[in-house]
């Protein structure tokens, strides 16, 4: 197995804390659907031990493990979708202060363009409104003469 860059112990805290959480939801389902890690493990085509190790949290097994667990407990909602470009608020916040800076305003965009006391809780709590908000705003600064 090739050495990794980043030793687990060197990981920030706030990670580590959500492999803990991970794991711990995995165990919840695990014993929700009444059933033994051997089981998990043949599902997940992983060792028994290997599935004791997700479900400590250990932050070295195979990303495809953990994918594959919350894949068994959720199918229906994918894992893409939570860093899908739209939900990636820290780049629409860099592109909006980049559209700023070419002399867009918030208050001559669309009104579909969320007003700036506003742009932080829209943008978490609807993420698709906040994506073409800002394609609005862009569009409108491309279109603008230089």
Request: proline content about 9%; hydrophobic content about 40%.
């Amino acid at each position: 197995m090739p050495k990794q860059n980043t030793p687990p112990a060197d990981y920030p805290q706030a990670v580590i804390q959500q492999i803990e959480r991970l794991a711990q939801n995995i165990v919840t389902a695990r014993k929700r659907r009444q059933e033994t890690q051997a089981q998990w493990a043949r599902k997940l085509g992983v060792s028994q031990p290997t599935m004791a190790r997700i479900e400590r949290g250990d932050p070295s097994v195979a990303m495809a493990s953990y994918v594959m667990c919350m894949w068994l407990i959720n199918q229906a909602v994918g894992l893409a979708d939570l860093i899908a470009p739209p939900n990636d608020h820290a780049s629409l916040e860099r592109e909006v202060t980049k559209a700023r800076g070419r002399g867009v305003s918030v208050a001559s965009a669309p009104a579909s363009v969320p007003k700036p006391q506003a742009e932080a809780r829209s943008a978490a709590t609807h993420p698709a409104k906040a994506a073409a908000g800002l394609a609005a705003l862009l569009s409108k600064a491309e279109s603008k003469p230089q």
